[in-house]
């Protein structure tokens, strides 16, 4: 099992940048792709963004495509997502997830993939 923890999350100005960081602890992540998700109070849990096992490959969902960066570092066993140009509409708690499928080279459709050890959530509030 993985154990993902998220941080990095704050208060922001819109226009503004974030990083945010999410840390396996125990089991290597290395094997498996990162997935990044936010939920906004009343709205439903939506996909941000993705990355492969190996970093070859990254997944953004329209919304924050050419704003925001995917990417890891399976040394020290983390998952980055680089927010820039941030809007009020980004604000919602921001969630990393793991694809319980050993070294997919490809995603087909991050949005409706099955995520497993979610962590705790991470809060970005944008401000206008």
């Known amino acids: 099992q993985v154990q993902l923890v998220e941080s990095g999350g704050g208060s922001v100005q819109a226009g503004g940048s974030l990083r945010l960081s999410c840390t396996a602890s125990?089991?290597?992540?290395?094997?498996?792709?990162v997935g990044w998700f936010r939920q906004a109070p009343g709205k439903k849990r939506e996909f941000v963004a993705a990355?492969?096992?190996?970093?070859?490959?990254?997944y953004y969902a329209d919304s924050v495509k050419g704003r925001f960066t995917v990417a890891r570092d399976n040394f020290w066993k983390t998952a980055y997502l680089d927010m820039n140009s941030l809007r009020p509409e980004d604000t919602a708690n921001y969630y990393c997830?793991?694809?319980?499928?050993?070294?997919?080279?490809?995603?087909?459709?991050?949005?409706?993939?099955?995520?497993?050890?979610w962590g705790q959530g991470t809060q970005v509030t944008v401000s206008s």
């Open positions: 997830a793991r694809d319980p499928t050993y070294r997919r080279h490809s995603l087909a459709n991050p949005a409706q993939d099955q995520w497993d050890d």
């Open positions: 990355i492969t096992w190996s970093g070859g490959s990254t």
């Open positions: 125990g089991r290597t992540f290395s094997n498996y792709a």
